[in-house]
């Protein structure tokens, strides 16, 4: 699938996705959240899920989905039905982006997302391995770079392919 990030400085930037099917799904992004998109990109691709945010784009859902009412979104994409990737992979990002903020990829990092799952009831995703997460955030801010690099009405074109 091919993610375009175009940015905009006067108006929201934008996300399109287009699936090996030429279909298409695309939506304007809150201010900044292109970075939690980018974190997405990051981890679902180095740790090779097809179920999380992008995954479940590719099959078939549309971005707009994720941010309907409860009562109007597709049933697979309740919280309570979400894949644990999704789920995982959500507190990955946030973790990330808070890492990203604070200028540190904390030493703690694995530890904190452990209790976080552990509250929610869910597992750790054991392909994280340090190493891998030095390659997620490698990765994260080599993104967040080349979108800062951009020109108005810049693009910024990737390929989801997880491994």
Excluded at 40 to 62: Q, S, V
Excluded at 77 to 105: R, Y
Excluded at 129 to 142: A, C, D, G, P, W
């Amino acid at each position: 699938m091919i993610i375009q990030f175009k940015k905009y400085r006067d108006k929201q930037s934008t996300l399109t996705c287009i699936r090996s099917d030429e279909t298409r799904t695309w939506d304007k992004l809150q201010v900044d959240f292109e970075l939690h998109d980018l974190a997405h990109f990051a981890i679902e691709t180095e740790l090779g899920f097809t179920n999380a945010f992008y995954g479940l784009l590719a099959k078939g859902y549309n971005i707009q989905d994720f941010s309907l009412p409860v009562e109007q979104r597709p049933q697979a994409l309740i919280s309570k039905n979400l894949p644990v990737e999704s789920l995982q992979t959500e507190h990955i990002a946030n973790l990330l982006l808070i890492d990203h903020f604070q200028k540190n990829i904390g030493s703690d990092f694995i530890d904190q997302l452990k209790g976080m799952l552990k509250e929610d009831g869910l597992a750790f995703p054991e392909i994280l391995t340090q190493e891998r997460l030095e390659k997620i955030n490698n990765s994260f801010e080599e993104l967040i770079s080349k979108w800062n690099a951009l020109e108005e009405e810049g693009m910024l074109e990737l390929t989801f392919n997880p491994i």
